[in-house]
């Protein structure tokens, strides 16, 4: 299993050097849609991150414009990058098509994306990482745990899961043990630790 | 009935010229996601546009975090953001909030809503204006004038249109005539087009 440590709102310095101590330390490094919108494809293709360990997602959650805007991420050193499943399915074909060109890979966000569409993406795009979330600003309870668990029930094919929402180091074990997720996403539980590269350790111990 | 001309997937300084250039002839000017992505909202704030007359919109398309962008949106000199009809509603109640306290505009993207969605945001966001456009990436065709009436029948209670989607001169006749939308989007019609003043005036003729 593999561990994704999110870095949101905060200034493009102190996401740099977050993703400096924690390259090789986490799997996956993601820049969150925050650090996109405040800074630029632009800006962080100049000021490359350099990851010599760790993979390094950028969490452009693209709604339309598919080839233009995972052509433009790719040009970061970016080894993933990120479609709605709510956008429509010409965007995520064009999205698709640009990743496996590329031999990058996509994740396709479920944030409400319906069951019937999520069963047409699941045949369809079956290198995609599918990503099982909570909407950050809803506030109804979520046990990642219970959501997996229904999720692949319905989704039986699926082969590839990410989940994120609020998780810690408890939920992250019994997600580890259940064994059906293969990524957990950690966001303020490792990046708004005091010390980010240990509250991480703490994460890939639990998850081994 | 107001134009709105959208700008897209050109550098931020040709995106500066045009804006400066359409500032009084179209009723909005959109800076468009590619250009929110690409440069960022911290270099749109510093390169301030300073529009005199017409309005400007930043389509943001929020998917989550819809306090945080909005806010972040709002600091440029933007009287209009964008939310995707498709985020969770806890999302939507976010930025109509900031848009609401600060006495600004939203727009509702729904592009992928469902009619059931639809009505629900109609029903509690009425100052909000509904965005109705096709998918730049999809294929299908699309007839504006026969959208807007279908979509008005669904949804009856809907007050603010603005409608999008490859519109030419002879459409956005129509669409005046039709007197159902409050607002069209021309993107490269307009911005791409030799002498963008001259096609905006063009576009601004046929919908007096």
């Known amino acids: 299993m593999k561990l994704q440590a999110a870095i949101d709102r905060v200034s493009l310095k102190q996401a740099t050097q977050i993703a400096h101590q924690l390259d090789g330390i986490v799997d996956i490094i993601e820049l969150g849609t925050s650090i996109i919108k405040d800074y ?47 956008s429509d399915e010409s965007t995520i074909q064009q999205t698709y098509a640009v990743a496996q060109a590329k031999n990058k890979k996509m ?11 999520i069963n047409q993406l699941t045949d369809y795009y079956q290198n995609a990482i599918f990503g099982l979330h909570h909407s950050k600003d809803s506030t109804e309870a979520y046990d990642a745990v219970a959501s997996i668990e229904q999720f692949v029930k319905k989704h039986p094919t699926i082969k590839n899961i990410a989940v994120a929402g609020g998780i810690d180091l408890d939920q992250a074990q019994k997600i580890a043990q259940q064994g059906l997720a293969n990524t957990i996403i950690v ?22």
Chains 1, 2 share one sequence.
């Open 40 to 86: 630029g494809l632009e800006t962080l293709k100049a000021q490359d991150f350099k990851l010599t360990k760790s993979e390094l997602l950028l969490d452009l959650k693209t709604n339309d414009e598919g080839k233009y805007e995972f052509e433009r991420g790719y040009q970061t050193s970016a080894d993933i990058l990120t479609v709605m499943g709510g």
């Open 107 to 117: 994740l396709i966000d479920l944030i409400e994306t319906s069951d019937k569409k």
């Open 187 to 208: 966001g303020g539980k490792i990046v708004g630790a005091t010390d980010p590269v240990k509250a991480a350790q703490k994460f890939m111990e639990v998850i081994k």
